[in-house]
């Protein structure tokens, strides 16, 4: 039995910002306890060594008392060693007698206190216990030439525990805090996405427009979001009207071939003889042949149209090899139409950025609307040149009756065509050149030729323009 695949979960938006926000707000709580803890244990410290240096400091004058003299009483030693939690300890030492009162496993302080009963402050152990002491240098009493140091010590059990419940309460309070900023964030966190309604009501309206959908109250963050989907929407256009125009072209283009078709079928219908018959077959014939060359150009139209996206990447064309390829492909055409076609060139390489089967299109209909105007016993030459800053140049010039000069910036309009022409041509080969040039960062010059005819230039940029 096949294992039923586990659901991936979809992102949310709320729970990624939300994480954002709680992983940080954990850490800073985490070094904020560690902070918490070292300031309090520091207070604690410095709390208790003030309170050990009194102690110390008590002590060595109780001893310097002469009525008191340098014995403590059993209540006294009591008070001094005791500690609810811990234990204190105390010494007492004579610089003549050595050790008067105390334990004697108390190390004293590596350098000998002042002799001015101001607290020397140290840290030592006792059996494996970490201590803090306090020792007072200090006079004996009833004899000035012996001196006496009085040792107050505790274990650091109390300064702990006091750093611990500081932390504690701050902790609390703290996590309090946390708990209500994280309920304001989930708050703000629904009330800011709120902001996306009015983006999501305008889509949900929608039915089949296209138009863009930024707007004043998009916010800053989601712009780029939003460009990107009205850059989509712009192509979508853009496709759409190309599918509509080509829709209209061919309805254009191909009604009157097909008028003509049915006009003949009827006409060979209705008068079967065999003369009328081969007539209108010789005129389907032709109307076909109009229809399918209508239907190939109308494609091609399309092609140059279409969106860069859809052709990918252009490559390296050597128009040194391409054009002379394409150009004797048309030779056995132009007999037919009697044009004498030629070309000129040179052995060199003319590397363009571009795409093969578009530069074919290109090619193909500059010599078709050659051969088709300049009329019989006319020349075609097709040149190719290297012009300055890396620029090459694909010339066809003929000797045909020209162009009026007024009407040379009509020719790559689609569906124009020369008044009182008497070729059947669709009126878009030059179109299909002009979109095309334009599709290679091209420039297509139209002029006239010299002493009479018409001559178009592409000129196309450098591979490295």
Known sequence: MNPVPAVRRRPSLRRRLLL????????????????????ALTYANRVHDRDLSDDAVMLAKMLAD???????????????????EGHSYFQVNSARRGLL??????????????????PQLYSTRLDSHALRAAAVRTTAPGDPSDSLVVTVAETLHDRHQQANEILLLSIMVQTTLIAAVLSLLWFGVGRGLRVLDPLTARLAARSHELTPIGGPDVPQEILPLTRTIDALFSRLRG???LHD????????????????????????????????????L???????????????????LTRAQASPLELGEPILLD???????????????????GVDLGYEGHDQAMMILGDASSMLDLLDNLIDNAIRYAGRDSMVTVALSAQGGGEVCLSIEDNGPGV????????SERFFRLAGSNEEGSGLGLAIVQRTAERHHARVIYRLAEPHGLCVEVHFPPPSA
């Open 20 to 39: 954002v926000l709680l992983v940080p707000m954990a850490i800073l709580l985490i070094l904020d306890a560690l902070l918490t803890y070292g300031v």
């Open 66 to 84: 002469p009525r008191l003299g340098t014995q403590l009483s059993p209540q006294a030693r009591f008070l001094l060693e005791y500690d609810r």
């Open 101 to 118: 009162a105390g334990s004697a496993q108390l190390l004293p302080a590596t350098a000998a206190p002042p002799p001015d009963n101001t």
């Open 239 to 241: 496709m759409l009207a």
């Open 245 to 280: 125009r080509f829709i209209a072209d061919a309805a254009h283009q191909l009604r009157t071939p097909l008028t003509g078709l049915s006009l003949h079928v009827d006409r060979a219908i209705a008068d079967p003889r065999p003369e009328t018959v081969t007539d209108a």
């Open 282 to 300: 010789a005129h389907i014939q032709r109307l076909t042949q109009r229809a399918a060359r209508t239907s190939s150009q109308l494609l091609a």
């Open 319 to 337: 128009l040194g090899k391409l054009i002379p390829e394409a150009v004797s492909q048309r030779v056995h055409d132009a007999l037919r139409a």
């Open 404 to 411: 009026p000069p007024d009407l040379l910036p009509r020719l």
